[in-house]
């Protein structure tokens, strides 16, 4: 099962940017299906966004549409979330997650895979 390690969290203002990392320790690329979720305090962990493992297919959540841009680096077996015009209700642990199915959707039990998280801050 492959590992992740995320990075890149931190405390930020309104409108800032910032992009986390998730390193992977085996290749992802036509293995993988990559994601990203998050969860704030109280709540359920929420689909942010993913790509299928062949690239070709890419899915972001209604709330970062626009916003935020996953992408991925395979000679490092990286993934991505660039996040832009952050906003207070950003504020979350972002974790990446992943799987071998092509599509194992939107919600978080149905994904093999997790990293430990990073957590981000957005103060208004």
């Known amino acids: 099962q492959v590992q992740l390690v995320e990075s890149g969290g931190g405390l930020v203002q309104a409108g800032d940017s910032l992009r986390l990392s998730c390193a992977a320790s085996?290749?992802?690329?036509?293995?993988?299906?990559m994601g990203w979720f998050r969860q704030a305090p109280g709540k359920e962990r929420e689909f942010v966004a993913a790509?299928?493992?062949?690239?070709?297919?890419?899915l972001y959540a209604d709330s970062v549409k626009g916003r935020f841009t996953i992408s991925r680096d395979d000679a490092k077996n990286t993934v991505y979330l660039q996040m832009n015009s952050l906003k207070p209700e950003d504020t979350a642990i972002y974790y990446c997650a992943a799987d071998r199915r092509y599509s194992p959707g939107k919600i978080a039990t149905m994904w093999g895979s997790w990293g430990q998280g990073t957590q981000v801050t957005v103060s208004s």
């Open positions: 790509f299928t493992y062949d690239g070709v297919y890419t």
């Open positions: 085996e290749r992802t690329f036509d293995t993988y299906t």
